[in-house]
T-cell receptor
C-alpha cells in the first residue's frame, strides 16, 4: 500500500524563527506529485506548496520551501521567518501518477508559533 | 474569483438517517473529489467525479454515493448513517488536464455529527 508518514505529531517554533516539518512516503511509482497543505482552525485545507517528483529542483513559495530527497523518499517543509498566522495543522500528501486524483495524506503535524 | 464552497457548514443527524452534502467547485474547475476527515486524522479519499461520472472510488461502502451536475457542482449522499460517519467532509475541485497531477483546491468542509 502507498503510504505517507508524518512522524512529528506536534512542533513548536518561536516567531521569526525557522522550523522544518518532516514527511516520508512509500511508493514504487516513478510518477508522483507531493503537496503540503495547511489546515488552520477554520478547517479549510489550503495549498502551501507542490513538488513534481521528476523535478530535481526543490520548490519554493515565498517563506515556504521543501527539501525533496527522492532516493530517501523524504519531503520536508521548511518555514522561514515564522509568523503567528502559520499556526495550523500541516498535512503532507502524495498524488500518484497511476491514480486519477486520489490524494493520500499523512496524519498531520500541529504547528504552534510562540510570540 | 469564487473558491470552493460547501453547504451546510454543520449538520446533526441520528443513526439510520440519510444525509446530502453539497459542493460547488472553484470557478473554471470541472472535477470534484470528496474526502472524509475523522478527528485527529488526515483526509481519506471517498470518490472523484468528472463529466458527471464517478472516475475513481476509495475504500468506502456503497452507503456513500455521489452525483455531479452539468454545472460541475456535486453532492455526496450517505445512507443508513452510523456513529462512525461523524467527521468533517471535504470537497476539493480541480481542472482535469489529462494527467493525474491536477492540483486540488479544498472547500471549508461540512461537519457531520451522527447521534
Amino acid at each position: 500500500a502507498q503510504t505517507v508518514t508524518q512522524s512529528q505529531p506536534e512542533m513548536s517554533v518561536q516567531e521569526a524563527e525557522t522550523v522544518t516539518l518532516s514527511c516520508t512516503y512509500d511508493t514504487s511509482e516513478s510518477d508522483y506529485y507531493l503537496f503540503w497543505y495547511k489546515q488552520p482552525p477554520s478547517r479549510q485545507m489550503i495549498l502551501v506548496i507542490r513538488q513534481e517528483a521528476y523535478k530535481q529542483q526543490n520548490a519554493t513559495e515565498n517563506r515556504f520551501s521543501v527539501n525533496f530527497q527522492k532516493a530517501a523518499k523524504s519531503f520536508s517543509l521548511k518555514i522561514s521567518d515564522s509568523q503567528l498566522g502559520d499556526a495550523a495543522m500541516y498535512f503532507c500528501a502524495c498524488l500518484y501518477g497511476g491514480s486519477q486524483g486520489n490524494l493520500i495524506f499523512g496524519k498531520g503535524t500541529k504547528l504552534s508559533v510562540k510570540p | 474569483d469564487a473558491g470552493v464552497t460547501q453547504s451546510p457548514t454543520h449538520l446533526i443527524k441520528t443513526r439510520g438517517q440519510q444525509v446530502t452534502l453539497r459542493c460547488s467547485p472553484k470557478s473554471g474547475h470541472d472535477t470534484v473529489s470528496w474526502y472524509q476527515q475523522a478527528l485527529g486524522q488526515g483526509p481519506q479519499f471517498i470518490f472523484q467525479y468528472y463529466e458527471e461520472e464517478e472516475r475513481q472510488r476509495g475504500n468506502f461502502p456503497d452507503r456513500f454515493s455521489g452525483h455531479q451536475f452539468p454545472n460541475y457542482s456535486s453532492e455526496l449522499n450517505v445512507n443508513a448513517l452510523l456513529l462512525g460517519d461523524s467527521a468533517l467532509y471535504l470537497c476539493a475541485s480541480s481542472l482535469f488536464s489529462g494527467r493525474a497531477a491536477d492540483t486540488q483546491y479544498f472547500g471549508p468542509g461540512t461537519r457531520l455529527t451522527v447521534l
